[in-house]
T-cell receptor, first 112, second 112 residues
Framework: SQQGEEDPQALSIQEGENATMNCSYK?????LQWYRQNSGRGLVHLIL?????REKHSGRLRVTLDTSKKSSSLLITASRAADTASYFC????????????FGTGTRLKVLA | DAMVIQNPRYQVTQFGKPVTLSCSQT?????MYWYQQKSSQAPKLLFH???????NEADTPDNFQSRRPNTSFCFLDIRSPGLGDAAMYLC???????????FGSGTRLTVV
C-alpha cells in the first residue's frame, strides 16, 4: 500500500514549544504534501515539497524530505493553541496519476 | 472568494435509501476528488476526475458512483447506503499534480 504512516499518532505540548511530526511512506514519490484538519472540518493545504527538494519553509512551518529513507517531517515552531488539529501527510506516486494518498495522521494538542 | 462548496453539511439517510452529495467549485480546477473519512482515520480516496476522465480506486465499492456534468460540479451517489457508509465525505479540487488540494468543508453522512 502507498499509504504513509505518521508518528507519533498523538502529541501533546505546551504553547510556545516546537512540535515535530514524522511521515514515512513506502513507494517512490514525485511530491509530498502536508495538510491540517481541525475537528470535523475539511483539510487545509500547508506545504508541498517535491522529491528533488530537501527542505521547505512557510512561516512557522518547516518541512524536510529524505527520499532515501522515504520519510518527511513537519516542524511547527513556537506552537499556539490554534495549532491544535490533526496533521496529515499525503503522497503521490511516480506512476503519473493525479491522486494523493493520505497518511494516518498525527493529532496535535497544544495546551495554553 | 473562490472556493469548494459541499452541500449539505449534514445528511441523514435511511439504510438502503439512495443519497446524493454535491460539490461545486469556483476555482476552475481540472481535477476533482471524493474522499471518505471515518472517525479518527485518514481520508480514503474513492475516485477522481481529470476533466471528464473518471478514475475509480480499485477498492471503492460498486455502491458508490460519481458524476461530473461540468467543470464546476461533481456528485457522489451512494445507491444503497449501509451503516458502514456513515462517514465524512470530502470533496477536493486541484489544478494538477504539483499543486495542493482545496477541500470543501465536507458532508457528514449518518445512516439510520
Amino acid at each position: 500500500s502507498q499509504q504513509g504512516e505518521e508518528d507519533p499518532q498523538a502529541l501533546s505540548i505546551q504553547e510556545g514549544e516546537n512540535a515535530t511530526m514524522n511521515c514515512s511512506y513506502k513507494t517512490s514519490i514525485n511530491n509530498l504534501q502536508w495538510y491540517r484538519q481541525n475537528s470535523g472540518r475539511g483539510l487545509v493545504h500547508l506545504i508541498l515539497i517535491r522529491s528533488n527538494e530537501r527542505e521547505k519553509h512557510s512561516g512557522r512551518l518547516r518541512v524536510t524530505l529524505d527520499t532515501s529513507k522515504k520519510s518527511s517531517s513537519l516542524l511547527i515552531t513556537a506552537s499556539r493553541a490554534a495549532d491544535t488539529a490533526s496533521y496529515f501527510c499525503a503522497t503521490d506516486s511516480t506512476s503519473g496519476t493525479y491522486k494523493y494518498i493520505f497518511g494516518t495522521g498525527t493529532r496535535l494538542k497544544v495546551l495554553a | 472568494d473562490a472556493m469548494v462548496i459541499q452541500n449539505p453539511r449534514y445528511q441523514v439517510t435511511q439504510f438502503g435509501k439512495p443519497v446524493t452529495l454535491s460539490c461545486s467549485q469556483t476555482l476552475n480546477h481540472n481535477v476533482m476528488y471524493w474522499y471518505q473519512q471515518k472517525s479518527s482515520q485518514a481520508p480514503k480516496l474513492l475516485f477522481h476526475y481529470y476533466d471528464k476522465d473518471f478514475n475509480n480506486e480499485a477498492d471503492t465499492p460498486d455502491n458508490f458512483q460519481s458524476r461530473r456534468p461540468n467543470t464546476s460540479f461533481c456528485f457522489l451517489d451512494i445507491r444503497s447506503p449501509g451503516l458502514g457508509d456513515a462517514a465524512m465525505y470530502l470533496c477536493a479540487t486541484s489544478r494538477g499534480r504539483v499543486y495542493g488540494y482545496t477541500f470543501g468543508s465536507g458532508t457528514r453522512l449518518t445512516v439510520v
